[in-house]
């Protein structure tokens, strides 16, 4: 199926510091959704991205719908302890629609945050 | 507001014993279900999603097998489970719209 390429895998940074991520394809996403988990539960939505150049804004997260519509990034700014779990980028592609509302899931980054 | 259970939380099971996980969702009609399998290296593996009550799809070949035998309610079976099938188990819907969300999850051990 088709990639979403997710990077870094991982980072371990301190308290306060900005943290960036982001997703890649070679192919046109008509969705962006970013996800956080938390050990040993499910994954929350923290962002969903419609439109091409669009910034959207969560208290400190802000991610952005790539222009190309072939990525996408999660900016993490004054990060704090509770930011720590795995974060994912998710889309769903061009053409791919119908009904079934199927996603692409990347990898994940996994963030430590030290205190 | 929609919320969404699984049960059970955790399960430890022998090779070739059944499998029955649950999930059932709150607050909303006819909802798309999805089933996911979270191995340990952390990505989601989308096993199954449904559209309509029997109506089931399959995205991989496996032991698995699903059903929808009411609008809310989504089982994820197996017969007979090998030590592959160990792994950490979603259950997600979405309505109207790409956004999935999801359950606590089931975590399952076979040994």
């Known amino acids: 199926g088709q990639q979403l390429n997710q990077s870094p895998q991982s980072m371990f940074i301190q308290e306060g510091e900005d943290v960036s991520m982001n997703c890649t394809s070679s192919s046109i996403f008509n969705t962006w959704l970013w996800y956080k988990q938390d050990p040993g539960e499910g994954p929350v939505l923290l962002i969903a991205?419609?439109?091409?150049?669009e910034l959207t804004s969560n208290g400190r997260l802000t991610a952005q719908f790539g222009i190309t519509r072939k990525d996408s990034f999660l900016n993490i700014s004054a990060s704090i302890p509770s930011d720590v779990g795995i974060y994912f980028c998710a889309g769903q592609l061009l053409g791919s629609g119908g009904s079934n509302y199927k996603l692409t899931f990347g990898k994940g980054t996994l963030l430590t945050v030290n205190p | 507001s929609q919320t969404i259970h699984q049960w059970p939380a955790t399960l430890v099971q022998p090779v070739g014993s059944p499998l029955s996980l649950e999930c059932t969702v709150e607050g909303t009609s006819n909802p798309n279900l999805y089933w996911y399998r979270q191995a340990a290296g952390r990505g989601l593996q989308l096993l199954f999603y449904?559209?309509?009550?029997?109506?089931i799809s399959s995205e991989v070949p496996q032991n698995l097998s699903a059903s929808r035998p009411q609008d809310r309610q989504f089982i994820l079976s197996s017969k007979k489970l090998l030590l592959s099938d160990s792994g950490f188990y979603l259950c997600?819907?979405?309505?109207?719209?790409?956004?999935?969300?999801f359950g606590p999850g089931t975590r399952l051990t076979v040994l």
């Open positions: 991205l419609y439109k091409a150049g």
């Open positions: 997600a819907w979405s309505v109207g719209t790409n956004e999935q969300f």
């Open positions: 449904s559209v309509g009550i029997g109506q």
